[in-house]
């Protein structure tokens, strides 16, 4: 305002209070004194009444801090009405964004937080001869920072005057701090403050061992461990029997204090519960004040945190109830947070709580915990400078050049660790520089009344363009929230607010309240906007701040070139800007844990009542992060992590692995992770090797891409690359050198071509672009600069491949040869390439010999493969082998075993066979390795063992082949299914195609499906010569009239029913069995192929058909009944002693008699089933009589039985086994007869020794 003229005004001081009884003193040492030291207790009027005695002294520049506006705007108008004078005259006040005052205002009211804001355009402070520092004992860390300051100060103006005021909490630390300074004595004055006597009593929750106090006879005292609330209603009893009066509890949470009240009520229904917390709504906290009672009320009982400690006084208040404890604001250097952790009060807080007790009249304080426990309690609370961050008032320091703030006279000094945290703000904020110079950002931080983080967020929102929105997010984090949530009203009140929550972010819910706001306010008259904050649980008063704070932000925010604009809806620009001043607030969230991995390691969870509480995003960044009973991040928004790296600038820490060659990109990438404060922004990116270290990329360039040659595609077809198709060329063909005779000193290795490559291209060619743009120039200068000789690329012997041919022939086929050389690979030695169409037809002769390249080498491995006695007579072996190798034939369809057993038998005499060869000691790369390709190249199969392959590739071989030959028979159906006549005129034996530059043969046959008849192709004449006969058979069968009914109903009631026992679904499939069988013995192995051979055969079949089925059908009857016989005696055997015998019979028997045995068996085999049905009864009716001689002969017949299935057999036998095999199969019956029934005679000689021959053939 601007200067009027001073107003009259009449000094003089109310006589009851203290102070004023110490007027004359005070004078006295004030003038007599630069720096006073005056102490009181709260209500002695040093406040109000200190400057008017320094006005009364003719001092006419008065500075009066206080800690809060509050203080400041009610001392002001106290002075003044004390004064007589109209406030914003001789007296007025300044608060953030409140200024009332003029030029001529003798007594400036202010918060310390104003003056220190001061001191960057009045650095002398020549705006005030008199500075009062008032309630200086609560050390926050703007006064200490003042304190400070003005021992700088006072030597440079001695007409200063500084008068520091004091609750009786130690005032002589501050006389020593500026007696010290100015080199001269600082006067302590106390004045004492109207109080009456308290009565301590120490009620304990923990009873305490061996406790003999006075306390421990009283009857309040504790007798058992309680809980603070037990205790608080125990104390609010002992205090009923007092004098009336109210009750002032003192907790250390606002959810401790919810809890308390609800226990309160139910226990004390006279009682009115007052709860008082910060969090409160304006009209909550009012109630404090409001000592009027309702009806029936008998005391009020108020539960508060700390607030009314000090900076509240509650009227009406008798009795004090002190839990002990408190949530003290600490900010840990380590973990970079602000907490609030419950602790013990310290005695200085514990006697102003208890002291609370005897403003009015005497009062009793119930304390509940110990005296002991008091007296082990600090004497005080520690200063905020060593519980608090430092970077606000470091950087004010910076901006004032008032140097190292180590070395600042601070009345405690900080703790360097806060210092150090205090410096790594700034520098993660870009406030100060590496060598914690300020710079640019950091002047215009020290510029904005806000805290350095909320002032970074305003400067990067100048960048984003949404300067409005960051500074209307900034200014409501800078207040008490706005909304409000009654206790009796909260669903209520959240419904209300729901309609502004973002699900992504809690800022933008903020920022969506503020729009409504500014809408509202625009519709509506003051009254009415009022009430709608009223309607919607919105404290006017909070919102009025609010909007005086934004509007106070702007003014100062254009100061540094910052502008609100137009409204924005760009959501991410204004979460960029925020990030950007909480660098170190960011975290990913971590799914096991089911919390968020925060900076330096930290751990914290989203803050229940957050918008994201529910949804928790992958990552997010918070407002800030506060430890209570475990770390909560508050106002949490959902960020992308990436946003980061830009605003962090050199902080930012990136870490390289995997450097890897692209050649998508032609170039040596390398994976990145970046990293902030250890959280990893981004985990995983590609960048280029390059940029990071040029040498290990060249390295890579030249070799994956000119080494190896794995170029870009664009690149691959290139002209440029002329050179490198015929380097690679010259490379593949002396490599097959290598491979072929398997050796590794012709070709020279990669280093060579590396090393080729490197001495020509330049050291800046790094990738594929920078050789490309290079080489069009070099070529044309030196173009056979890159071209590879043979000498670049040979040792001295270039080895000889004469002896390993490309190509293999067998008969009129040519299969196509490869080559390798690469021990212990599947691949290794040589392989024959054989398409699968040709599979069936190609025999195992010849292959064993290998390649002439390989030949002295198999031989000396065979040598090596024979038994000791045997080769000890052709040693050495590698001489044997050459000397023998020369006598053999170069390619020979007989095995090589026979022929270099004959040769060595020739040359030595010694008795020696290709049986005593034993392959398995012979490496495997010196048998030949068949390898299966389709009609496209593409491997099916391989391996070292060709009938295997054919076995297991054979229908796929057969249906190639059917496709080749079908495509070579146009016009004729080389297959079908569903014959039931001959239809086919002449059935060729073979028909031939072209596939691929091999020859194709198929082997058209019938193929009996059961039911009827098909015709197919099959790749091996074997196959389809066996078909065809059982093709034939079947036709045969299908095309006859059936006699079946006509033998049925001739049949006898016993042979029928015989027959109804056999194990096939019906008794007609059983005949359909019998009429086959009896086809196959009365055709033999005729098998037709013309439409007049077919019509023979049906007739040669007719003609005996109904008396060999007669016959069969009463052999099998007979069968069917000595069956019977033999299952009733095994039945009737039954004995645990006989288990395994018996079980034995049992197999035999289902191996004998089982669905389809009449045609799998046949006739002729079929004769011999009653005297194998005979010869089990016979064994199990001797079983008991030598049970161990049974055994014995059992375990023969297993260790054939063995045999036989290891060469492919089955019992059952299948009805594709092979003749050989069906063979042993009939002789493992007849063993069994010469060992447990040869009275019943076996069919000729057999015996174990026979059935290995036969296996063995």
Known sequence: MSATSTPAYHISYPPELPVSQAHDELADAIRDHQVVVVAGATGSGKTTQLPKICLELGRERIGHTQPRRIAARSIAERIASELGVDLGTVVGYQVRFDDRTRTDTAIKLMTDGVLLAELSRDRELRAYDTIIIDEAHERSLTIDFLLGYLTRLLPRRPDLKVIVTSATIDPESFARHFSNAIGAEVPVIEVSGRTYPVEIRYRPLVAEAGDDSDDAEDEGAASSDRDVAQGIVDALAELEREEAGDVLVFLSGESEIRDAADVVRGRFPKDEVVPLYGRLSAADQHRVFDTRRAPGIRRRVVIATNVAETSITVPGIRYVVDAGTARISRYSPRAKVQRLPIEAISQASANQRSGRAGRTSPGIAIRLYSEDDFERRPEFTDPEILRTGLAAVILQMLELRLGDIREFPFLTPPDSRGIADGLDLLRELGAVDAEQRITRVGRDLARLPVDPRFGRMLVEAGQQGVVREVAAIVAGLSIQDPRERPLEMRPQADAAHARFRDPSSDFISLLNLWNHLEDEQKERSGNAFRRMCKAEYLNYLRVREWQDLYRQLTRAAKSVGLKPGERSTDADAIHRSILAGLLSRLGLRDPDKKDYLGSRGQRFVIFPGSGLAKKQPNAVMAAELVETSRLFARTVAAV????????????????????????????????????????????????????????????????????????????????????????????????????????????TGDEAVFAFYDARIPDDVTDSRRFASWWKKAKAETPELLTMRREDLLEDDEGDASGFPDEWVQGDTRFRLRYRFEPGADDDGVTVVIPLAVLPRVAERGFDWLVPGLRDELLTALIKALPKAIRKNVVPAADWARRLGAQLPVYSDAPVGEALADAIRAATHTPVAASDIEWDRVPPHLRMRYEVVDQRGRTLAAGRDLAALQKRLAERARTDVAVATAAATPGRDIERTGITEWDLGKLPEQVTAKQGGSTVVGYPALVDTGSGVDLKVFASRAQAEASQVRGV???????????????????????????????????????????????????????????????????????????????????????????????????????????????????????????????????????????????????????????????????????????????????????????????????????????????????????????????ES
């Open 640 to 747: 992308d992590p990436a946003w980061a790296e830009k605003l962090a600038g050199d902080l930012a820490k990136r870490s390289y692995s995997e450097p890897h060659w692209s050649s998508k990109q032609g170039a040596a990438l390398v994976w990145e992770k970046v990293t902030l404060y250890g959280v990893p922004i981004v985990p995983r990116r590609r960048a280029q090797l390059a940029r990071i270290d040029a040498p290990l990329a060249r390295e890579l360039f030249i070799r994956h891409a000119l080494v190896e040659g794995d170029w870009p595609h664009e690149l691959e077809r290139s002209a440029l690359l002329g050179f490198d198709r015929d380097n690679e060329k010259l490379r593949r063909e002396l490599a097959e050198v290598e491979e072929r005779t398997r050796r590794r000193d012709i070709l």
């Open 1033 to 1255: 058979h079947r036709l045969v069968a299908l095309t006859l009239p059936s006699p079946l009914g006509y033998v049925q109903d001739q049949l006898t009631g016993t042979e029928k029913l015989l027959l109804a026992t056999a194990p096939y679904a019906s008794t007609r499939a059983l005949l359909d069995d019998i009429m086959i069988a009896v086809v196959e013995e009365l055709a033999g192995d005729a098998s037709p192929r013309t439409p007049d051979g077919f019509r023979a055969l049906q007739e040669t079949v007719n003609a005996g058909l109904v008396d060999a089925l007669f016959g069969a059908a009463g052999l099998v009857a007979r069968i069917l009944g000595a069956a019977k016989d033999a299952d009733k005696a095994i039945s009737s055997a039954s004995s645990l002693a006989f288990m395994g015998s018996l079980g034995d019979a049992r197999s035999q028997l289902a191996a004998l008699v089982h669905p389809g045995f009449v045609r799998r068996a046949g006739l002729a085999q079929l004769r011999r089933y009653p005297v194998y049905l005979a010869g089990i009864v016979f064994r199990v009716q001797k079983l008991a009589e030598n049970p161990g001689r049974d055994r014995a002969w059992q375990s023969q017949v297993e260790e054939v039985t063995a045999l036989y299935t290891k060469a492919g057999g089955a019992l059952p036998h299948a009805g594709n086994t092979p003749p050989r095999l069906v063979a042993v199969r009939w002789m493992l019956e007849e063993l069994r007869l010469s060992l447990f029934a040869q009275h019943l005679g076996a069919a000729g000689p057999v015996s174990v020794q026979r059935i290995r021959k036969a296996l």
